[in-house]
């Protein structure tokens, strides 16, 4: 059985769906690192000073989570179109052309991460192979290299998708020079 006409999903709506996803899940995990982090830091800090019992490899933990929590939000960032950008050249060109550079960046910056992501895979396959681990838990630090190189990726993937499949977003045609300085 069909659904009528104008209940069938389109590809913007499931692009869309999929991002939202995909901001729910990277969202979720960064706030429950975070947590993490939080709770970890906080009984290090009691057991350390109140029983004179640090927690051992609390450090270590803290830097793997403060790894994942920064490039699960990568993705996310650049998702939401909120990377620092320059606008200065903006107010010299049509929006039309502003529309074409924007797309163009993303497609450059797309590259650029993409080839970053491919370089640290291949790092991450020598950390495999020489077995690195950290220094007290003795965690073995590939797997989180390769989430470092997935998250790099996933970056230059919506990099690619906003070049090739968003619209122009309003603030590529909408020049406002009250707020040129602001940005």
């Known amino acids: 059985m069909s659904l009528p006409a104008s209940n069938q999903p389109v590809a913007g709506d499931t692009r869309k769906s999929l991002g939202l996803w995909l901001d729910r899940i990277l969202g979720l995990t960064a706030a429950l ?23 051992r490899g609390a450090f270590e933990l803290t830097e793997l989570g403060l790894l ?8 996310m960032t650049s998702r939401a179109g909120e990377h620092v950008t320059m606008d200065f050249i903006d107010a010299v060109i049509s ?18 991460v993409l080839a970053l992501a491919w370089l640290v895979w291949l ?21 989180f290299v390769y989430v ?5 990726a996933m970056t230059g993937l919506v990099h690619m998708s906003r070049a090739f499949m968003s619209t122009i977003p309003p603030q ?7 707020k040129a300085g602001m940005a």
């Open 95 to 112: 929006p039309r052309a502003r529309g074409y550079l924007i797309r163009f960046m993303e497609f450059l910056v797309g590259l650029i």
């Open 33 to 55: 690192i975070l947590l993490g982090m939080m709770l970890l830091t906080a009984i290090d800090v009691v057991s350390r000073y109140a029983f004179n019992w640090p927690l």
């Open 68 to 75: 994942v929590l920064i490039f699960a939000g990568l993705p």
């Open 148 to 152: 470092m190189a997935g998250m790099v």
């Open 123 to 143: 790092k991450a396959g020598k950390i495999a192979g020489y077995g690195d681990t950290t220094d007290v838990l003795k965690l073995p630090l590939a797997p």
């Open 172 to 178: 590529a045609t909408e020049f406002d020079p009250e």
